[in-house]
């Protein structure tokens, strides 16, 4: 069925002086708006009962299937306020497809990518007033489909429940973008071939999250996985993808290998490279061409890339106890990147692939 979205219920909706003081400071996912969707799956009526409601605590059954077998996925997008003050979103059909994508692979009904795209606007009007305007701040949307059938039994689930949450977040980097420190795993894995890697879940998440605490440990910021099978090829940080630029102008990235997230991020930086004076390449990455990339010059710039941060510039990579430095360039292609996704996203520059979408 198609998600039919009546008026935003009568609440009482937070008043202005604390969204005020919200949005001095917003943080990353620590407030939440007003409202959130709300669908309901059942083998037996398929989707329905999409509804908006007030935000709120969800009451599951301890034998909920999605508390025993981690059958769940979720997706991350945002909202941006323009300087005339309209709202838009940045390529939700992209995020609708990869949520069709992710439900595939875990087992869980399929959401018609025009549903998704409905649920994301009707949020987003009825929380408008929660878009932040500030510098580089936007309203973060997190999507998630858990399985909520009261088994225990290893099966796939025949209920379900869609939702949607939203928070408005700050800039990423509160004093200005900086490079970061970055260790490198030699032993633990995100995914593994065949696995959920290319799927959004939270597994992946928990997967990558005792690698990370060595990473801290190490006096790093974040963890770069290599591939499960011989540790040798790089895949992904933990929460985004990994790009080098090349002293000859290539913008490369390590092709999707299933084990690898499919980053909206990453495939937008890809196709804005042509215009940025940079070739793209997708291709598999060796960790000692890296390396041995640094030592020689031929590597220039190494960044990281998602939803939250854009772009995140590094510094260096850690393996075991030798750290590779990148050198510090006076006009990094990272930060040219950044500035060109983020001025499409805001509305300061034109959007020829067409991926903004304004929603009121």
Known sequence: MA?????????????????????????????????????????????????????????????????????????????????DGSVWLFRPEANAARFVSSAERLALP?????????????????????VPGGHEQSLYLRPFMIANENFLGVRDAHTATFCIIASPVGAYFSGGVSRVDIWVSRTSSRAGAGGTGAAKCGGNYAASLQATREAYA??????????ST????????????????????????????????????????????????LEPVERRIT??????????????EAF??????????????KVDEKVHTLPELDQPRALAVREALLDIQYGRAEDPFGWTRKVC
């Open 218 to 227: 190490n006096g790093c910021s974040q963890v770069l996985f290599l591939d």
């Open 110 to 130: 399929v959401l018609g990518e025009e549903d998704f795209v409905a649920s994301v606007e009707a949020l987003v009007r009825a929380d408008e007033r929660w």
């Open 304 to 317: 990281a890339c998602g939803t939250a941060a854009v772009v995140t510039p590094i510094n260096s990579l």
């Open 230 to 277: 011989d540790h040798s090829h790089i895949d992904e940080l933990g929460g985004m993808n990994f790009f080098v630029v090349t002293a000859d102008g290539q913008l490369v990235t390590p092709t999707l290998t299933g084990s690898i997230l499919p980053g909206v991020t990453r495939d937008s930086i890809l196709k804005l490279a042509p215009q940025l004076g």
């Open 287 to 300: 960790l000692d061409e890296l390396l041995a990339g640094i030592a020689d010059g031929s590597v220039t």
């Open 3 to 83: 998600f039919d979205f009546a008026a935003a219920p009568d609440i009482a909706p937070a008043d202005q002086s604390h969204l005020d003081e919200v949005f001095a400071n917003p943080g990353f996912g620590n407030h939440f708006t007003d409202h959130m969707v709300l669908a309901t799956w059942t083998v037996e009526q398929g989707w329905h009962d999409a509804k908006l409601v007030a935000y709120a605590p969800m009451s599951f059954d301890p034998a909920s299937a999605v508390f025993h077998y981690a059958q769940e996925i979720f997706e991350g997008l945002k909202a941006y306020r323009r300087a």
